[in-house]
């Protein structure tokens, strides 16, 4: 009788094994680099041609090995990088498992070039299908360098599952900018089919980023950092303007090794809130350092992703971390010109001379307009946005006599500076020399120290509205008034039983509400704020823009509602506004968290600096 | 047409009526003022529509006829003027209109009379007599709390209703009301109410003169007559919601105070109440009132004491400053009587010594305090 049973032979197993930890050419690359990175190296090349199903290779000038450990080096389970089962607990190199290039070797051509430091010539390794084909002597630097061809030339299926080239090159392009953005003092050398691809210099975080990501993004990161007993943590935000619709660039690195986590992405998005649009993203680079012991990284073979042995702690800080970090910054996005629109000052002079004024601002497209977007969304079309960290501390009161034009009182509340000073309220003053204006019933315009500041009314008073109700939901009942003549409401039986269910809700809100039944609700008292008479109307705008949003899966009652009360209760685009509404306005505005995203994601306040009035006019 | 005329004699009188000159109208012909002139007579004319006024003064006239003539360019041309004789000369024929003063000779286009609407007409069922100041006052009563809500147009309006020999005024805005009531009264015919728009009474209150002067009116207008002006006036032909069952009467406790000592210290204290809810609590114990407020988003908070004569339970109850404020400054009495019954009900406010035949009531929804 025959056993059935055998053991496999040495070359399938490696195979079977290959096919979890070598996927794609990416995955090659990657595990490559992180052996050079785990070598010391301080410098690598990379070269695919074919999105590296016809070659990849690797260069680096880490310790390189010796002729020894070149041969133990495709073994399986051969590692220099743990010894003791111990070692397993406190992982400090990027790979451990001791799988890679054996796996590697399963399913590719592979050569090996590798000197140390000790030795005076380079051992030379081809290497085909788990065996050692070829041994020499050759000359090499100190380091190591690693050619890989033909990848899955024996396992046709594997091949046949490569995705487009293209698709496959990103894969690989992501995979080699992680490690660069990880490790910014490592240069890298990137090269596709002849083509240089990245050749980043050794450099600080954010010149990394700056390079990787372009300048454009870099302006507009926000850095943080923050240390507790548990991990530190450091990185950069993108401003919420400059959000993707694509969840593709959020990059967290544990202790330099890129990982993937839902929690930790979630903590960042929870963190950002209604700053963003629905289906937008950020941009985000995250480094966690934290105790290795604290984490596990053997979860899979290819390592992205981790467990923590306190999940709840670290989505916690990060998300306190990344809220702190948003709410300090000074998001208002300032608008300026793209090149193109600003009248150059040489043509600007030639039209006047020659033609005068009038065709001078004919030859600006009709109308001396400003082009002035919606800073956030949607591409970018005409002004090009950069984001300013000026606090408001720089509303101007006038510009006649600064000096003693400073009764500004100071408010205790928060670390934000945003709230050092603010608008006199002082009704004496003279109102007409207050820089502020309303413009189409819509919009507010005020002075400020270098530029001027747009608001969109119904937005601004909409944020206000809205942490009002968020705070007075957590603490006390707001103000209610009182009406002397309750208001009867017939609602549809659907809202009768939302207002029933959200009754307690709307108390907090300040609706003193009685239900009396057969789809009769009564109200008898209204938030202090909203205007009198419209109690009805707002009752069941409130209920009706709940729905809605529940629908869009806003799932949180509480902030449902306060968004829908917010919405409802503020002042409209249309409403005219004296200039004590404004001024009432914009103090309020600058005491909130954020002023300048209102609850829905869209901006608040919008800011052209002088510099870009300056340069419009032919200033410069 | 043409006329001799002092400017500022013109001017006194169209002041008076070109608050009713609509500032943007969809019907343009309404942004003029008609000048009728018929021998020494000059009668203007201005409407809205809804409510028209005539004034007519003596002038020394030449050419009878009739223009309507631009409110604004004219006004603005008297208010630049000395004190100065103008001769209005106006052809009907092409509608220009010429007035020359000695230095000065200012051309400007009318528009044909035939174009401008007619006052309406109407059957009066009623007609009263009274004096100007009672108009005065009840329109200064309460004026000031009539709604401008115009969802709930009824209450936009000032509502008079006629019982036997008593008239009632009624003005609310849903969280305050004053209620007038007016005796001894000659009998009336037709005991119908009526709700009078708060814009006719505005202007009227700008242009009474002394005297005694006919209301009359019907179901739909209502028109006030004076020497030498008239205003007619739509009605709100709305049903105005039950008042007398919102004012209470268990109200029980009594504080009285005096009315400018009281109001000078609300205006003090209400600095410091935030300036979206203006809210601020009285807090009331034996013979004392303190007066609070507190801005919670601002920081700052201010108090007061006030002597006061009060003997019921304590009792703290949250009011929105202004209608207090507004309440307060429109009492004409040395002292106050405040009616409480808890601090979600009703105050009602009442002057301590009223005019013989009238009987003042002003009464505001408190604010529910956030305790």
């Known amino acids: 009788m025959s056993s059935r049973i055998h053991i496999l032979s040495p070359e399938l197993s490696n195979k079977i094994a290959a096919g979890e930890v070598v996927q794609r050419p990416a995955s090659v690359v990657k595990e490559l680099i992180e052996n050079s990175l785990d070598a010391g190296a301080t410098r690598i090349s990379i070269i695919v041609k074919d999105a590296g199903k016809a070659l990849i290779q690797v260069v680096d000038n880490g310790f390189g090995m010796s002729e020894q450990d070149a041969s133990m080096s495709f073994r399986r389970h051969a590692t220099s990088k743990i010894n003791k089962t111990s070692d397993l607990e406190e992982i400090r190199t990027l790979g451990f498992r001791g799988e890679a290039l054996a796996s590697i070797a399963a399913v590719a051509r592979v050569e090996l070039k590798t000197r140390s430091e000790s030795d005076d010539l380079a051992t030379f390794l081809r290497i085909e299908g788990d065996e050692e084909k070829e041994k020499t002597k050759s000359a090499l630097e100190r380091g190591t360098s690693i050619t890989v061809r033909n990848l899955f030339y024996n396992t046709p299926a594997r091949r046949n599952f490569l995705k487009h080239r293209q698709t496959e090159l990103k894969n690989i392009t992501d995979v080699v900018t992680r490690a660069a953005v990880s490790y910014p003092e490592v240069e890298w050398f990137y090269v596709s089919d002849d083509e240089i691809l990245l050749d980043l210099k050794s450099s600080s975080v954010e010149g990394r980023v700056a390079a990787v990501f372009g300048k454009v993004v870099s302006q507009s990161l926000i850095k943080f950092e923050e240390t507790n007993d548990l991990m530190s943590l450091s990185g950069f935000l993108a401003r919420p303007n400059f959000a993707r619709k694509s969840r593709a660039e959020q990059m967290v690195f544990m202790n330099r090794r890129f990982i993937f986590s839902r929690m930790i992405n979630h903590a960042v998005f929870h963190a950002y809130e209604h700053l963003l649009e629905k289906g937008s993203f950020p941009f985000f680079v995250l480094n966690l350092t934290i105790n290795p012991k604290k984490v596990d990284v053997n979860v899979h073979p290819s390592k992205m992703e981790i467990k923590f042995e306190n999940d709840s702690n670290i989505y916690r800080m990060i998300l306190s971390v990344v809220r702190k970090a948003l709410v300090d910054n000074d998001l208002m996005p300032s608008v300026s010109f793209k090149e193109g629109d600003v009248l150059s000052s040489i043509d600007a002079k030639l039209q006047y001379d020659s033609q005068g004024w009038k065709k001078a601002m004919e030859s600006q497209s009709g109308a001396p307009v400003f082009p002035i977007g919606s800073s956030s969304n949607h591409g970018l079309s005409k002004p090009t946005v950069t984001p300013n960290i000026i606090g408001l501390d720089e509303i101007e009161q006038s510009q006649s006599n600064p000096e003693t034009s400073f009764p500004f009182k100071t408010t205790p509340p928060s670390g934000n500076r945003i709230l050092d000073q603010r608008m006199p309220g002082d009704q004496s003053a003279s109102q007409g020399s207050r820089p502020i204006w309303q413009v189409h019933d819509k919009y507010i315009i005020s002075q400020i120290r270098n530029g001027l500041m747009i608001i969109d009314q119904h937005v601004a008073h909409e944020r206000i509205i809205y942490e009002r109700v968020l705070s007075s939901f957590e603490n006390s009942l707001p103000s209610i008034q009182q009406l002397l003549f309750p208001e009867t409401v017939e609602v549809s039986a659907s809202d009768y039983s939302l207002v029933k269910e959200l009754q307690g809700h709307l108390e907090r809100l300040g609706f003193d509400i009685k239900l009396f039944g057969k789809n009769t609700v009564v109200i008898e008292g209204i938030p202090a704020d909203v205007r009198i008479g419209s109690e009805r109307k707002i009752l069941q705008d409130v209920l009706d823009e709940f729905r809605n949003n529940e629908h869009a899966g806003i799932s949180d009652v509480r902030d449902n509602l306060a968004k829908s009360f917010a919405c409802k209760a503020a002042i409209k685009a249309g409403d005219k506004l004296n200039i004590d509404e404004m001024v009432v306005l914009i103090e309020h505005l600058f005491l909130t968290k954020m002023p300048f995203v209102c609850p829905h994601g869209r901006p608040v306040i919008v800011k052209i600096p002088l510099e870009e009035l300056d340069k419009r006019f032919g200033r410069t | ?371």
Do not use: W
């Open chain 2, 1 to 371: 047409m043409k006329f001799t005329i002092e400017s500022n004699e013109l001017q006194k009188v169209l002041i008076k009526i070109s608050g009713v000159v609509p500032s943007k109208s969809t019907l343009p012909i309404l942004e003029n003022i008609l000048f009728t002139l018929n021998e020494n007579k000059l009668t203007l004319v201005a409407t809205d529509m809804e409510i028209s006024m005539s004034a007519s003064l003596d002038v020394r006239g030449s050419e009878n006829g009739s223009i309507a003539v631009p409110a604004k360019r004219v006004m603005d041309t008297l208010r630049a003027l000395p004190d100065a004789q103008i001769v209005f000369n106006a052809d009907t024929g092409n509608n220009k209109i010429k007035m020359i003063t000695e230095n000065g000779e200012y051309n400007l286009i009318g528009e044909s009379s035939q174009d401008y609407p007619a006052i309406p007409e109407f059957k009066s069922s009623n007609e009263l007599l009274i004096e100007s100041s009672v108009i005065e006052s009840i329109i200064s009563k309460t004026v000031f709390s009539v709604s401008t809500d115009e969802l709930r147009p009824a209450m936009t309006g000032l509502l008079l209703q006629f019982k036997e020999k008593e008239m009632r005024a009624v003005a609310t805005d849903g969280h305050r009301l004053v209620r007038i009531i007016y005796t001894n009264l000659p009998q009336i015919k037709d005991q119908k109410d009526i709700i009078i728009p708060s814009k006719a009474l505005n202007l009227i209150s700008k242009a009474i003169e002394s005297g005694s002067n006919t209301v009359s009116f019907s179901s739909t207008h209502i028109k006030f007559s004076f020497k030498n002006l008239t205003l007619t006036s739509r009605l709100i032909e709305e049903s105005y919601p039950n008042y007398e069952s919102v004012i209470p009467l268990e109200n029980d406790k009594k504080l009285l105070a005096d009315r400018n000592i009281l109001l000078s210290a609300v205006k003090r204290v209400s600095l410091y109440s935030s300036n979206t809810t203006h809210q601020i609590r009285f807090s009331m114990k034996k013979d004392d009132l303190k007066i609070m407020a507190e801005d919670i988003d601002f920081g700052g908070e201010a108090k007061e004491k006030i002597a006061c004569s009060y003997s019921a339970e304590n009792i703290e109850i949250g009011f929105n400053a202004i209608y207090l404020i507004d309440i307060l400054s429109h009492i004409d009495s040395q002292e106050v009587i405040f009616n409480f019954s808890s601090s979600v009900k009703a105050a009602i406010i009442k002057p301590v010594t009223m005019k013989e035949n009238e009987d003042v009531l002003m009464l505001v929804m408190p604010m529910r305090l956030n305790v």
